[in-house]
């Protein structure tokens, strides 16, 4: 006998499931969406109630793999803030989950993330953050580390882009860092997310199978690629499978290996970290950082921030459910604004 | 010697950024308040302070509106241009100029006036002098034409509405100016400003405010803007007019305004406002249609409604931004990359940019599509008369949008993209609404919406977009024709040319022609013209650009049979047109042919 597992709004979870993925089997992009669709079902979100946001990439690809009763738009590269930003205005009530990639955020789109920041847009925010452009083959991102180096390419020698960092230092409402094979956490994260009123951003580290940084330690996959030039990417993408979840404790850290064989290291933030102090969050993550650590967790977080729907004073109406009467001027109306322009 | 009444241009020439505009707009409407038909024209620089700036006001009894081909009137109060203004006059012209610049006049065959306007200004306003020298002028011109100074009283309180002491001090200069003249300049009758009978309907008003007018009686529920000019102004009068218009009852405002970060966020806010069931619009010139771009081929590709006024200023590039061409047609009209064509509307006065500016959203969302109001500078930015702007005449269209599972279920074989009823137009649902969700995408896609990179499904789809577009040409506002009896020669011209095409075609007909005009108002073209090109032996299609781009998009989709009858003049220099000019090039055409 199964047990089916009802939310509060009486729905199976399968009811925020979405299509069958294409993305390369164990993608951690995957994991985010296997989050997201427990996270939504666990809040019990309508999911009539949901709009899912996206840019261009593999990441931005993944809203056609969760809530499936919920409407979404695929945006163009970079500029999905933008088209968020106009249909919040619009519908005010509507949940916006948006997910984009570090080369739609942090390259081309940087001024529209940094802009929907200004503005507070009532939206969860995540970034699925592999470092690569993993759409166009493996280019480097904006928040590759420094000294990565790829076997054909040059070493790269700027400096990454931390957009928890960049968060904090604008003002965003809600800013959390994870991993996507950290369920437990990300779904904690997410959840809390979904009910934050104004901008919550989750940088999620989501490694990429097929061009992970490091090409040096990509040995098998560079070797099928040398030695057989006739075959097509698709065949020589390995199977792997996703990288095992996690669970660090508040303040500890552990050492995980990713897919090419390279390390990370991800820390738990303590529970004394005050989540109210952007300082004491821009501490750990600079601090992190100095130690070749992710500090993970929720870093900061203010609930009270007016949101540009609040700061524009539209009326209780969503816009888009305005009658005809309420969004056109009356008949006499335009008679005593002609007769005033006529001096009359 | 009689004098010429109501026939005269004066042009004043002044520098950015000293006040002159107020001088120039109780003068323009001091006249038009006497029922004089005037017209003025701001040629103003690139810049806040400093740089020439021209205005242009023309009195014609025949009401011609373009600034005319000669100067009758000139003001000279700019160092900087104080050689080449000199230059320009023609001989028996009347100069008035500030003695006070301290440079000289030679201009042996003119009638020469000078007042030491600063200096007199100094005794009123010790701190405002250079601004107030400005209005000596306007006293010194009152005197030329007749004008008396209860005449000027209303515009210069309406100017300065509410500051009493700037209405006394501005008031006090031109009595000052018109007396100076009267004692020192002697009776000039050369010239002169008779009153007529005035529509106590008509005013002036600029076609930027039109268009924000038209737009919120259109219902429009979001603005993004980036500031450029000459569009600013249509994002300015919005957001004047809302708190009044577009206030609810609970005290909220039924209209977003959001100065965007920049034109490619401006556009991508209008398509998540229409994308969530909502009229959005944003305002622009060329250089935020072509970063806007991508986002316009989104929105065709993926059906998703908004407006964008484009307020056509010179290119390319930054080009001259404070003049004007119709240079962005071909641009709207095929926007984006792949095969794409959208809407555009064309004003050719302020009535139907107010019009043109309400009916914007209810095409849009017709055809869930991106439609475009197409402007320019010179109608945007000069004040236009009107008899006042006439309400809508239909109830909105809000285009196929399904709200209940009941309508849904009552339509067979739904699709998102399925062209149900035959004309190419689909149904389609909101979010929030969570009847049939899908993902859009600018990606290939299927008539349920589903990713599809199929030769048969894409083909399908893209001819669908065509029959769908095609589809409004006879529904959008039909040509404008004026025809005459005899067809020799017809002209095909569209927007601001409006103003200058009576005199245009008045030069014309003193040369013995016979000739009809045909004014365009949107595109895809309305299939009436093709009847007007048919009629006529000769057709030349007037634009002001540089390619002839209309003539471009007309040559591929008229029939074969009407091209060998069409041709085309097309000229830009960043002027506003004007009417010999282009009379004589069309003469030099014909008579090439
Ligand atoms: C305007 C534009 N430029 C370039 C591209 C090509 N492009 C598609 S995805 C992509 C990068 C995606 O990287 P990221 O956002 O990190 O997503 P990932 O695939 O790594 O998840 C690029 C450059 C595009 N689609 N549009
Ligand atoms: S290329 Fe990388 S990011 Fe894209 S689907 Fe494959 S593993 Fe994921
Ligand atoms: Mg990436």
Redesign the pocket.
């Known amino acids: 006998m199964t047990i089916l597992k009802l939310n509060v709004l009486n729905l199976d979870k399968s009811e925020y499931k979405g299509g069958k993925s294409s993305l390369c089997p164990g993608c951690g992009?995957d994991q985010v969406s296997n989050v997201i669709i427990q996270a939504a079902w666990e809040n019990g979100l309508p999911p009539e109630g949901i709009a899912k946001m996206s840019?261009?990439?593999?990441?931005?690809?993944t809203p056609a793999y969760f809530l499936g009763k919920s409407h979404g738009f695929n945006t163009?590269?970079?500029r999905m803030p933008s088209v968020t930003t106009g249909a919040n205005m619009i519908n005010k009530d509507l949940s916006f989950i948006a997910v984009?990639?570090?080369?739609?955020?942090?390259?081309?789109g940087i001024g529209q993330f940094i802009h929907a920041i200004r503005r507070n847009i009532d939206m969860v925010y995540i970034i699925?953050?592999?470092g690569?452009?993993?759409?166009?083959k493996g280019?480097y991102?904006a928040t590759v580390e420094k000294g990565s180096k790829k076997k054909k390419g040059a070493i790269n020698e700027q400096n990454p882009i931390d957009l928890c960092a960049m968060a904090l230092n604008l003002g965003c409402s809600f800013v959390a860092r994870s991993f996507s094979g950290s369920k437990k956490q990300l779904t904690a994260l997410l959840r809390a997310a979904m009910s934050h009123k104004g901008m919550a951003i989750i940088d999620v580290i989501?490694p990429?199978v097929t061009?992970a940084n490091n090409d040096e330690s990509y040995r098998s996959y560079n070797y099928v690629k040398e030695n057989d030039e006739v075959l097509h990417l698709v065949d020589y993408i390995s199977h792997f499978s996703p990288l095992e979840e996690i669970d660090i404790p508040e303040g500890q850290y552990r050492e995980i290996e990713l897919f090419d064989g390279s390390k990370i290291v991800l820390e738990t933030i303590g529970s004394s970290h005050d989540t109210s102090n952007i300082v004491s969050a821009l501490r750990a993550v600079h601090e992190a950082e100095s130690q070749n650590k992710h500090v993970t967790g929720l870093l900061y977080y203010n609930g009270e921030m007016p949101t540009t729907t609040d700061a524009l004073g539209l009326t209780g109406t969503p816009l888009s459910q305005l009658s005809e009467e309420e969004g056109r001027p009356t008949f006499e109306s335009l008679n005593l604004i002609n007769n005033r322009l006529r001096g009359l | 010697m009689k004098s010429e009444v109501n026939n005269f241009i004066i042009n004043i020439a002044t520098a950015n950024g000293t006040g002159s505009q107020s001088s120039n707009l109780i003068l323009l409407h001091s006249m038009f308040e006497m029922g004089i038909p005037v017209s003025g024209k701001n040629l103003f620089p690139s810049n806040i302070s400093g740089l020439p700036t021209w205005f242009i006001i023309r009195a014609s009894e025949s009401g011609y509106q373009a600034p005319g081909d000669k100067t009758n009137i000139q003001i000279l109060m700019n160092k900087d241009t104080w050689e080449k203004d000199i230059a320009k006059i023609e001989p028996g012209a009347i100069i008035i100029y500030n003695e006070n610049v301290k440079l000289p006049v030679e201009r042996e065959d003119c009638k020469i006036f000078s007042m030491p306007m600063t200096k007199m200004a100094r005794g009123i306003a010790p701190k405002f002098a250079k601004l107030m020298a400005n209005m000596y002028y306007v006293g010194g011109i009152a005197h030329i034409l007749g004008i008396k100074s209860e005449d000027i009283e209303k515009s210069v309180s309406s100017q300065f509405k509410g500051k009493d002491r700037a209405i006394e001090m501005n008031m006090r200069a031109i009595r000052e100016g018109i007396s100076y003249a009267a004692e020192h300049w002697g009776n000039e009758t050369t010239f002169s400003a008779e009153r007529r009978d005035k529509d106590p309907d008509t005013y002036l008003i600029e076609g930027n405010e039109a268009s924000a007018l038209g737009s919120i009686y259109g219902g429009v529920n979001m603005l993004a803007w980036y500031p450029i000019t000459p569009s600013s102004s249509v994002a300015e009068g919005i957001i004047k007019w809302l708190p009044e218009l577009r206030t609810a009852k609970d005290g909220g405002t039924t209209c977003a305004v959001i100065q965007a970060e920049d034109e490619l966020a401006a556009v991508g806010m209008v398509l998540g406002a229409g994308w969530a069931g909502g009229r959005g619009m944003t305002c622009t010139s060329g250089p935020g249609i072509s970063l806007m771009s991508?986002f316009i081929g989104l929105s065709y590709f993926a059906e998703v409604p908004g407006v964008i006024w484009d307020v056509n200023r010179v290119g390319p590039s930054t080009g001259l931004p404070t003049r004007t061409q119709q240079g962005d047609l071909s641009m709207l009209y095929e926007a984006s990359h792949g095969d794409t064509q959208h809407i555009v509307l064309i004003p050719g006065n302020v009535d139907e940019c107010f019009e043109f500016g309400w009916r914007a959203f209810d095409y849009a969302e017709r055809y869930q599509t991106m439609v475009f109001g197409f402007s320019d500078l010179d109608l945007g930015m000069n004040r236009w008369p009107t008899t006042g702007f006439v309400y809508p005449d239909s109830p909105m269209d809000r285009g196929k949008v399904i709200h209940t599972q009941k309508q849904l279920d009552a339509i067979e074989n739904y699709g998102r993209y399925r062209d149900v009823d035959g004309d190419g137009i689909a149904y389609r649902t909101l979010p929030g609404s969570g009847i049939d969700p899908i993902l859009y995408r600018g990606t290939g896609h299927d008539e349920d919406g589903i990713y599809s990179e199929e030769p048969d499904v894409y083909h399908k789809n893209m001819a669908r977009l065509r029959k769908k577009i095609e589809g409004s040409r006879d529904v959008l506002p039909a040509p404008i024709l004026r025809e005459e009896e005899i067809k020799e020669v017809g002209i095909v011209f569209y927007g601001s040319m409006e103003y200058t095409i009576t005199e245009i075609d008045d030069i014309l007909e003193q040369s013995g022609l016979s000739v009809s005009t045909c004014r365009v108002r949107a595109l895809p073209y309305h299939s009436d013209l093709e009847g007007f090109i048919d009629r006529h032996e000769t057709n030349i299609v007037l634009e002001m650009n540089r390619d002839g781009q209309l003539y471009g998009i007309l040559r591929r989709e008229l029939p074969v049979k009407l091209l060998s009858k069409l041709h085309s003049l097309a000229y830009s220099d960043g002027m506003p047109p004007r009417a010999r000019l282009y009379a004589d090039k069309i003469l030099q055409l014909l008579e090439g042919l």
Do not use: R
Not at chain 1, 55 to 61: D, P
Not at chain 1, 100 to 108: K, L, N, P, R, V
Not at chain 1, 132 to 136: A, E, I, M, S, W
């Open positions: 992009h840019g261009i990439g593999c990441s931005s690809k163009v590269h970079g984009s990639g570090d080369g739609d955020t942090a390259s081309i699925e953050n592999n690569v452009y993993g759409l166009t280019q991102s989501s990429c061009f | 991508e």
